[in-house]
């Protein structure tokens, strides 16, 4: 059994991901959205479930910063 050392790709750690309100209307509450440039406003692929990689081929690594991707 070969071990890999690169990082797990979650969706939860995208830099390009935004979480925003949704329509209350229809029911949509929290929505994941992709700010990548090819991407732009549609809804991010996920998943976000622990130890589950996504096979996004847009992912980048968001900063290592402690706030979780928050600006102060």
Do not use: K
Not at 8 to 16: D, E, G, K, Q, V
Not at 26 to 47: K, T, W, Y
């Amino acid at each position: 059994m070969t071990e890999s050392h690169e990082p797990l790709r979650l969706a939860a750690r995208c830099l390009y991901l935004q979480v925003t309100m949704g329509d209350f209307r229809q029911g949509r509450g929290l929505l994941n959205l992709c700010r990548h440039i090819i991407r732009d406003g549609r809804e991010c692929v996920g998943p976000f479930l622990e130890d589950t990689e996504t096979a996004c081929g847009l992912w980048e690594e968001r900063p290592r910063s402690g706030t979780y991707g928050l600006r102060g």
